[in-house]
């Protein structure tokens, strides 16, 4: 009874809103405005009759929606989130902005240029069929790995079966220390966090007097099948970091692990913790999970139906092909990520013009079967590292073992790892945590270089064993600063590191170094 009063209420309220939509006092969004983050309604077109008239219909309809679909009482919160992510994907499909008849922005496209937008719409769509028929990756000629992309000067220093591992040269007379050392995930190529030169986080550490040291990961094949996590940790981090002591012996390491990397990193530490192994300074996490039992929507695709599912698969191909995972991505954010291009592609036949941060995401890896499997079974679902039941080398670590300074940065529009789930760390480790909550998603809010317009972020440290502050609380309390993260972090690391020195040398002496390619180097290419 209640929904059938809202939904009169609202029918009532548009047809109020039609009758009097000329009226000076009249608004263009008198009914309901669309979400800040909605794209879809910006143009100036929709504040036109009937189009206005019809997008406030669809966005009252949304709301109904979400009304009849979440908060439900005695209902599961898992059964309700299928229901809502279901019904949502529904509603994103049928919006106005997505047909050419109710999309003015089309129409206007369409007598401007006498038709000639769906030809060119035609064109995009046959293109996109051609290269998904084919299976070759979009053509990104501006952005080629190892000169415009991935394009810091450095040189490999270290190489295994899974790892190389990048020396980047120092741009500074002398330089701090400690090192860096960044741990990227291995679902995508590394260089998101080496982009284009302005917004190269690389560029910006080596311009700001640190050493910085870059794992870049094979890209497995089915031969590669039965690769287990632990061999990241063991042939990845355990690798890299004994790589740095013997280059840089005696020297404390700043540890950097962004997305699947940082919960990677967590484990490395949290062994190396277990082991009195004090070579971590510092440990910095990137939109990073330690505890997944609200990770998001993510968890939807993720059950033992569908993990028996995807392991049933993988044990034929040997490895979880590139289209899988953008797929799931994708519907995390239809809206933006599939509905709004197909609209701006086939319907107005134009095309977003390319940028690096696309090019990067073109550029997807695949994941071996065993490693993927003991990903989603000891972490996703069992929640074993939160749990204090994840096994390294016979042993359980846990968290708590933490010690070492740590900083980590949340997204605010994060759909892959929610910033509230990477809240969680303040309670799992005994250590000094500062905590970033930054403007933007995923990647476009880590990416961040100074100077770019549009960010801002909220920080706050919490001492070791002083009082834990809830996620709500905290964001009413921490201080908001207007523009890019990254000084923020240096800055925390300048405080944790020794006064300036001479730069090391380039790679450990090592005989086998000296064949080995400069930066990028080759998995990277793969």
Known sequence: MELGRDAWSGARQSLEAALHFFAP????WSLIRPQP??????????????FNLLAQAFLLSERWWHNATMDVRGVAPRNEAIVEFSVRQVLDMLAPSNFA???????????QSGGENFVLGWQ?????WMRLVSGKPGDAKEFVVGETVAATSGKVVFRNELIELIQYYPSTGKVHPEPILVVPAWIMKYYILDLSPQNSLVKFLTDQGFTVFMISWRNPGAGDRDIAFDDY??????AAVTTIGDIMPGRGIHALGYCLGGTLLSIAAATMARDGDSRLKSITLLAAQTDFTEAGELTLFINESQVAFLEDMMSERGVLETTQMAGAFQLLRSNDLIWSKLTHDYLMGERAPPSDLMAWNADATRLPYRMHSEYLRKLFLHNDLAEGRYVVEGKPIVLSDLRAPMFVVGTVRDHVAPWR???KIHYQVEADVTYLLTSGGHNAGIVAPPGAQGHSYQVKTKAARTAYVGPDEWLKTAPKVEGSWWPEWTRWLTALSGEPCEPPQMGAGHLDSQVLPDAPGDYVRQ
């Open 124 to 128: 995009n769509w046959l293109s996109d």
């Open 101 to 111: 008849v109710t999309n003015p922005e089309v129409l206007h496209k369409t007598f």
């Open 421 to 423: 789930s990477t809240y």
């Open 37 to 50: 983050q909605d794209r879809r309604f910006v143009d100036p077109e929709w504040e036109r009759p009937p």
């Open 233 to 238: 940790r063991k042939l990845g981090v355990e």
């Open 25 to 28: 006092e009249h608004g263009s």
